[in-house]
């Protein structure tokens, strides 16, 4: 079978770092950014009455969404000009996310946003999550790295930031082997993760999804979560 981005319908893949053939020519999408779509399809019910709040879109997704008939579709980010494909409003998720309307939102998503947030996680998470509607969809994207999670919220010089966190604008990293004591005292969060938990592998390899994401905590996993996977 040909794979085929299932947010824009094309098959041409390039490359995105060291990964191969993963990225989406046309409309830019990731591995990460098709397994959303997929939980999309699957979890979540458009209609003109939805509201969505959507943290740093993706070029693909954001085409997607905001071509649906939706109530409301707020698109946001920290750096809006970093966008040039839409108009984004700023948002700060630290001094902005105690302000949200609770109860809002019929779906909330977000991918490798978490590891920038230069404030408390669980708080800025449990805002967001506030904002979820009782029958709603947070759909929560984080980059699990090798080890233990870490923190820190000094001005660390971009080189640090790099060393530590694998990024020069990160100021955290999600370890695998924590998950529980860290990010799963506050939300029901699946261990072990499988992604063969939720799509069968001919779905995922139609999609591109790469076999070695399937397993395991990595870049590509993404959280289904409902109001009542709150646990605080």
């Not at 029901?188 to 591109?208: G, H, I, K, W």
Request: include cysteine.
């Amino acid at each position: 079978m040909t794979p085929t981005c299932n947010i824009c319908g094309r098959s041409s893949w390039g490359d995105m770092g060291k990964r191969k053939n993963v990225r989406c020519t046309a409309c830019g999408s990731l591995e990460r950014t098709r397994v959303i779509k997929l939980f999309l399809a699957r979890d979540w019910t458009a209609g003109p009455g939805r509201r969505v709040f959507h943290l740093a879109p993706e070029k693909g997704l954001y085409g997607y969404l905001a071509s649906l008939d939706l109530k409301e579709y707020r698109a946001v980010d920290f750096c809006p000009e970093n966008f040039r494909f839409a108009e984004i409003e700023r948002f700060d998720l630290c001094s902005d996310g105690p302000q949200l309307p609770s109860n809002r939102y019929d779906l909330i998503l977000h991918a490798h946003v978490m590891e920038h947030i230069p404030c408390n996680v669980t708080a800025a998470l449990a805002h967001l999550h506030r904002s979820l509607t009782p029958d709603g969809l947070h759909l929560l994207c984080i980059p699990f790295m090798h080890g233990e999670s870490e923190e820190d919220l000094a001005a660390l010089s971009p080189e640090e930031a790099q060393r530590r966190f694998g990024q020069s604008d990160h100021v955290r990293k999600f370890g695998k082997e924590d998950l529980a004591r860290n990010l799963g005292m506050a939300f029901s969060l699946p261990e072990p993760y499988s992604l063969l938990n939720y799509f069968s592998a001919d779905v995922l390899r139609t999609s591109n999804v790469p076999e070695r994401e399937w397993h395991g905590l990595n870049g590509t996993s993404v959280f289904p979560l409902r109001k009542s996977d709150y646990l605080l």
